[in-house]
């Protein structure tokens, strides 16, 4: 989806040590240090696994891995470093028996930002599910819900994106009183109640989009099924933004 916004300021400092969560405090190992999802990997954090041709990756088991790993990613692409990971023959006959990605990533269907591109991930590695506006329904929640209850992944990222067209179009019609077309009137309903009416013009655009993430990442997380894989410290839902601008993943609190 695609309209124009100002690149987002980075994300404020997390609480303390003293005060997080486990969770939270998991949040911060993998998703802080300058906002930016890559961070770790920019303090020389080791990623979560090294490429070796021909050979399939160590697969990161802990939420905690699969964030360093994403770090890593997002790292090697926006620096122009992209290694294309897991698409070599040995890999791809290794996937005709199962899979196991290491994390769901729910983002929008904008062709501007796949995730297996973002992230620099291959074949196998990451359960992608995309809605405009990473709007949630049955079909949406569901598909999650398979990823961590069928697969057992360990980390749900719901990633929003710089100038996200669905949100500028809930966001005007909103502020217009008109209707959108069809079926894309819905996807404006569903972000509606996360528009931030404080800010006015494209500010308003680029907080809401923070803010949907949040409300996403919100009703994900009260999901029975996956609130007690959280609960038990085996999940982690996260919420991240892509700044088009310079490519960097960067947390969303």
Same mark, same amino acid.
């Given at each position: ?12 400092? +997390?609480?303390? #040590? ?8 998991? %949040? ?6 300058? #906002?930016?999802?890559?961070?770790? *990997? ?24 699969? %964030?360093?790993? %994403? #770090? ?10 992209? @290694?294309?990971?897991?698409?070599? /023959? ?35 590695? %990451?359960?992608?599910?995309?809605? &405009?506006? +990473? ?18 992944? /360990? ?15 809930? *966001? ?6 008109? @209707? ?7 996807? &404006?309903?569903?972000? @509606? ?19 949907? *993430? ?7 997380? &009260?999901?029975?099924?996956? #609130?007690?894989? *959280? ?23």
């Amino acid at each position: 989806m695609n309209s124009d916004v100002a690149p987002h300021r980075s994300v404020g400092p +997390e609480p303390t #040590a003293s005060t997080a969560t486990p969770r939270r405090a998991l %949040l911060r190992a993998g998703l802080t240090g300058g #906002a930016a999802l890559g961070a770790g *990997v920019a303090l020389g954090a080791a990623p979560a696994s090294a490429a070796v041709p021909g050979v399939p990756r160590h697969r990161p088991g802990t939420p905690q891995e699969a %964030l360093r790993e %994403l #770090a890593a990613g997002n790292r090697r692409w926006r620096t122009f470093r992209e @290694r294309h990971p897991d698409e070599t /023959p040995a890999v791809r006959r290794s996937l005709t028996s199962g899979q196991h990605p290491f994390a769901v990533i729910l983002g929008c269907v904008d062709s501007r930002v796949p995730p297996e591109l973002v992230f620099d991930q291959g074949l196998g590695d %990451l359960l992608t599910v995309r809605s &405009a506006g +990473e709007v949630l329904d049955e079909a949406v929640i569901g598909s999650v819900a398979y990823g961590v209850l069928e697969l057992g992944i /360990p980390l749900i990222l719901v990633l929003g994106h710089q100038s996200c067209g669905a949100v500028r179009a809930a *966001v005007e019609a909103d502020a217009s009183g008109g @209707r959108l077309p069809a079926h894309i009137q819905y996807l &404006a309903d569903q972000i @509606r109640p996360a528009i931030d009416r404080t800010k006015e013009g494209d500010a308003r655009i680029d907080a809401t989009i923070d803010a949907n *993430v949040r409300a996403v990442r919100s009703r994900l997380a &009260a999901e029975p099924d996956l #609130a007690a894989k *959280v609960e038990s410290g085996q999940l982690v839902i996260a919420g991240a933004r892509y700044e088009l601008a310079g490519q960097l993943v960067h947390s969303v609190d």
